[in-house]
């Protein structure tokens, strides 16, 4: 049924949500903005910290600089190569999409590029998807919009609608179920399971050892 499967990065293939909102609150909290972790992950999960900008100036009173952004990115980097980890059962499940589809898959991320390089390199993910990791930073428009997952697709010479987006937000769904593909949503806590079929996730699943089952199913 599916003839490539495009996988989001963070929440989906490695468990760096509560390390780069942690550092991320700490730096907040350190320009006069300061909150728990989980509503620092409230604001932030799934979008990029300078599409927030007018957000974040509001409340802390001060501009968001590009020096600012740069301490952000160093700190982020140095706690993700210190304590990154893969979501468990991902990498099997990326290794099952590779042979499911000839090797069409992709990781098609609102995260900069040095992040997914760190990432999937450090996490023994990066050989499977070769070059075709994408950056919704390097595109006109990151998610909800869905270039990078066009442009995931097009390198994979496979039209959208006959593709499979992995998420976990609902700023991920959006932009999987606007590029036309099929969307499955990650939940492994079922706390933002609302959210994600109010997105469009076409299907909700709480293991990613899980996945490749499910895909088997639905060709069956």
């Keep these: 049924m599916f003839e490539a499967i495009l996988f989001d990065c963070d929440g989906v293939l490695v468990d760096s949500e509560p390390i780069t909102h942690g550092v991320l ?3 907040l909290a350190d320009s006069g903005w300061d909150m728990p972790i989980a509503e620092c992950m409230r604001h932030f999960i799934g979008r990029t910290v300078r599409s927030q900008a007018a957000l974040i100036e509001a409340r802390t ?4 600089t590009d020096a600012w952004m740069a301490t952000f990115y160093a700190r982020r980097d140095e706690q993700l190569r210190a304590r990154l980890q893969p979501i468990a059962g991902a990498l099997d499940a990326v290794r099952a ?13 609102g995260a900069d590029r040095g992040k997914l390089v760190l990432q999937l390199g450090q996490t023994g993910l990066a050989e499977w998807f070769g070059p075709h990791v994408f950056s919704g930073h390097e595109l006109p428009r990151s998610k ?4 990078v ?14 593709s499979l987006v992995i998420e976990d937000t609902p700023t991920g769904v959006l932009a999987g179920k606007a590029a036309g593909a099929t969307v499955w949503a990650y939940c492994p ?3 933002t399971a609302d959210e994600l079929r109010d997105a469009g996730a076409h299907e909700l699943f709480t293991s990613m050892a899980d996945l490749p089952a499910r895909w088997r199913s639905v060709a069956g």
């Design 25 to 27: 609150r700490d730096l």
């Design 61 to 64: 009173g001060q501009p968001l």
């Design 97 to 109: 999409a590779h042979r499911a589809t000839g090797g069409r898959i992709a990781c098609a991320s």
């Design 144 to 147: 909800p919009y869905p270039d």
């Design 149 to 162: 997952y066009l442009a995931a697709a097009a390198a994979l010479h496979v039209a959208p609608e006959r």
């Design 189 to 191: 806590h079922g706390a």
